[in-house]
């Protein structure tokens, strides 16, 4: 019996009839024959001899005999009604195959449904066919490749039915298909596989439809989105939805797109050159995404390997890999509780990673590199209505530029017009921008212990005999960024949370010195000073590397 087509095998063009109802299920197993069960254990006497094939005595036990499975009582096994029987669920109950001559055919266990030159139409009747009303999964299989035209229409999926297509679906240039599979207020629907190549609208479209779950699905070329599920307006959200494997090519639009769904787990997404993003998850709730990674998105709106937007929330994803495009990450418009585990960006035209009027958004480790723009920027839009970026936090990046002629403008850069509680910690922005390392807008942002960069960084020379030692203005605009207190009453006194990292720019001296820094208020200048004071004077001058951190 030939093995049922896969989608790497879009070429096996038809079926014989016993080949294909082969592949249907529902067919009952077979019963041993009476001499077949005699053959295979009949009562023999036993001779002592010991059996060379199977290291037993020649004491045979017969097929039907009562059984005690480790004390559990198997009886009455030659009563079991075979013709009740039935393979695995997995199994087709009609299946549409393709004869030599081009005729598609639809054929359940009593018999051909459909025939014709189409197989969209063919596979149509075979849905039609499975038993109205019922609770329970049936399944089409189309075995055999086939094209769509114009006239075809979708293929509707019901409630309660699988559709299993790993033969190619094609669609020729110039034909004007609409979605390839299509389901609106189903629930309990599968998609096991599916192969679409050619200009339809989308590969899959679906609305309002719940416990969905979508298999090994292969979209190239679509002029749309390669899969669509949504709920919006007076429709009902759409949601439990499982997807496996999906990968989408050369797409008019996103790759996968949800907008009103609930509850949703995505194991992996591959996009090739998508129109605009691979993944974007618009108003969805509880979302799961193992792996989304893309190659060039893009789109005149920025669009990004992975986007959430208009509020979508509590959606954890464990890893985002992009090359090329406009961005790898992109939160917009009031998405909250939002974790991303890990990131692999290179080569983004603007920012590796835009997070954008977004609350409770974490980014927990990976690589941003080589962009044409920022590595990564915490941004409000001054529109006067969406929340501003907040609690956004930003740890165990490597952020950084090693082109010959590097573009990345900052390593991370946070805008206004307002921002709260952000983080930015444990990161290493080394040769991370042209501008600078790390770009802080917020008083509220805690930034510390980064590699490279702080909430002020830079060089400064310690003068030999002076005092003090250096001083260097404006590390910080914020009057209450620090409170030093009353020495005289150290009760009221306050730790300052800006903290100041520094060491020599270079090694080797022979020359013994120390030094303290401090922070003060320039009133004059309305900025604090950074300080140093010798404690230890060398009598020659010292150059130092200095970070500010913003410790709360």
């Not at 001899?49 to 005595?57: A, C, H, L, P, Q």
């Not at 009562?66 to 029987?85: C, E, F, Q, W």
């Not at 008019?252 to 050159?273: F, K, L, P």
Request: with cysteine.
């Amino acid at each position: 019996m030939k093995d049922t087509p896969t989608a790497s095998d879009s070429n096996q063009a038809s079926l014989s009839r016993r080949t294909a109802l082969a592949l249907l299920g529902g067919t009952g197993v077979a019963a041993l024959s009476g001499t077949a069960a005699a053959q295979f254990g009949e009562e023999r006497e036993d001779d002592g001899e010991e059996d060379r094939g199977n290291g037993r005595g020649n004491s045979g036990k017969p097929w039907n005999r009562d059984v005690d499975a480790n004390g559990n009582g198997l009886y009455n096994l030659a009563s079991l009604d075979v013709g009740r029987v039935y393979t695995s669920a997995r199994d087709a109950d009609v299946i549409v195959w393709k004869d030599d001559d081009g005729t598609f055919h639809a054929d359940g266990a009593d018999g051909e449904v459909a025939s014709g030159d189409g197989v969209v139409p063919v596979a149509q009747a075979a849905i039609d066919s499975l038993t109205e009303g019922r609770t329970w999964n049936e399944k089409v299989l189309i075995a055999s490749p086939g094209e769509m035209t114009s006239a075809d229409g979708s293929l509707e999926l019901p409630s309660y039915t699988t559709l299993d297509a790993p033969a190619t679906l094609s669609i020729p240039d110039g034909e004007s298909v609409p979605p390839v599979v299509r389901a609106v207020g189903a629930e309990h629907i599968d998609v096991e596989s599916l192969v679409v190549e050619g200009p339809a609208a989308m590969g899959i479209r679906l609305t309002s439809c719940s416990n969905v779950r979508l298999g090994d699905i292969r979209i190239t070329g679509v002029t749309s989105d390669g899969i669509r599920i949504d709920g919006r307006g007076d429709a009902p959200r759409s949601t439990d939805i499982q997807m496996g494997q999906i990968y989408v090519e050369g797409n008019g639009h996103h790759g996968v797109e949800t907008y009103g769904v609930d509850r949703i787990q995505i194991e992996q997404v591959v996009g090739n050159d998508p129109a605009s993003c691979v993944v974007l998850l618009n108003d969805t709730v509880d979302a799961t995404v193992n792996s989304v990674v893309g190659r060039e998105p893009g789109g005149p709106a920025g669009y990004a390997t992975f986007r959430v937007a208009n509020g979508a929330h509590d959606v954890t994803v464990g890893e985002v890999v992009s090359r090329g495009g406009n961005r790898g990450v992109f939160g917009v418009s009031e998405c909250y509780d939002i974790t991303i585990g890990h990131v692999n960006i290179e080569g983004a035209e603007d920012q590796g990673i835009l997070v954008q009027n977004c609350r409770d958004f974490a980014v927990q480790g990976g690589v941003v590199k080589n962009t044409n723009g920022d590595g990564v920027r915490i941004d409000s839009r001054d529109d006067g209505e969406q929340l501003p970026a907040e609690g956004v936090s930003i740890s165990n990046l490597r952020v950084y530029d090693d082109r010959d002629e590097p573009k990345q403008t900052w390593g991370i850069l946070e805008t206004g017009p307002a921002c709260n509680h952000n983080r930015i910690v444990n990161n290493d922005v080394r040769g991370g921008g042209t501008t600078r390392n790390i770009g802080i807008f917020s008083n509220t942002t805690v930034v510390r212990d980064n590699a490279g960069g702080g909430f002020a960084d830079g060089e400064v020379t310690l003068s030999a005999g002076e005092s003090p030692a250096a001083r260097v203005e404006g590390v910080s605009e914020f009057p209450d960024v620090t409170i030093p207190g009353s020495v005289d009453e150290p009760e009221d006194f306050e730790a300052s949370a800006l903290a100041v990292r520094a060491k020599p720019a270079t090694t080797g001296s022979t020359e013994t010195y120390a030094w303290e820094s401090y922070v003060e208020w320039n009133g004059s200048a309305g900025s604090w000073d950074l300080v140093f004071e010798w404690r230890t004077d060398p009598g020659v001058d010292v150059t130092l590397e200095y970070v500010v951190d913003k410790t709360r």
